[in-house]
């Protein structure tokens, strides 16, 4: 089964400057997440999909951070405009399960954005 | 928000002794508990869950412990081996599948 893909892995932009990460997740997972991983930190989610819809993006900064999972598969995040505190890898992360069961986490290996 | 956080951040272990790191959660009310490797420059691994109705699950030279009067949660590694170091996190499952992580434990194994 292939793991979660994710895009570019390397990202250098300067503040001020818009950028976009994808995410393809494991084929036929349900709920898919976007988390912030600054150095030296845990990873923080800042939002989670199930299908298409958002179940949760109380931690995504809206005035900057945008998501979308337009049908229920792929999803992108953008950041416009970024700021030097962005800088972190962006992991995406899914999971096969679906109304309110639990489960494993499955991650991509991130994209690294530094901001200058 | 959630609240899970490790006791010590960094950990270092001589080859094939025995390994234990440490995390704390805030929320009573957690029922699912997740422990993950992360390699540098890698995304976390799963390495072996635990639901609250269990206090010790066992895997491939993993267990975990798991005290909810204490609301403490441990990974013990047993006969570490040097492909063992990494960041450990322990993550926190609420009912609406949002998984908090904890700061994480750097282990780091010495020859």
């Known amino acids: 089964e292939a793991g979660v893909a994710q895009s570019p892995r390397y990202k250098i932009i300067e503040k001020r400057q818009s950028v976009a990460f994808w995410c393809n997740p494991i084929s036929g997972h349900a709920t898919l997440y976007w988390y912030q991983q600054i150095l030296g930190q845990g990873p923080k989610l800042l939002i989670q999909f199930q299908n298409n819809g958002v179940v949760d993006d109380s931690q995504l900064p809206k005035d900057r951070f945008s998501a979308e999972r337009l049908k229920g598969v792929d999803s992108t995040l953008k950041i416009q405009p970024a700021k030097l505190e962005d800088s972190a890898v962006y992991l995406c992360?899914?999971?096969?399960?679906?109304?309110?069961?639990?489960?494993?986490?499955?991650f991509g290996e991130g994209s690294r954005l530094t901001v200058l | 928000g959630e609240s899970v956080g490790l006791h010590l951040p960094t950990l270092s272990v001589q080859e094939g002794d025995n390994s234990i790191i440490n995390c704390a959660y805030s929320?009573?009310?957690?029922?699912?508990f997740i422990w993950y490797k992360q390699e540098s420059g890698k995304g976390p691994q799963f390495i072996i869950d635990i639901r609250s109705n269990m206090d010790k699950r066992q895997g491939q030279r993993v267990t975990v412990l798991l005290n909810k009067t204490v609301k403490h949660l441990s990974l013990q590694i047993a006969a570490t081996q040097p492909g063992d170091s990494a960041v450990y996190f322990c993550a926190d499952v609420n009912t609406g599948n949002q998984f908090y992580f904890g700061t994480g434990t750097s282990l780091t194994v010495i020859p």
């Open positions: 992360a899914s999971s096969r399960n679906s109304g309110g069961s639990t489960g494993e986490l499955f």
């Open positions: 929320n009573s009310a957690s029922d699912y």
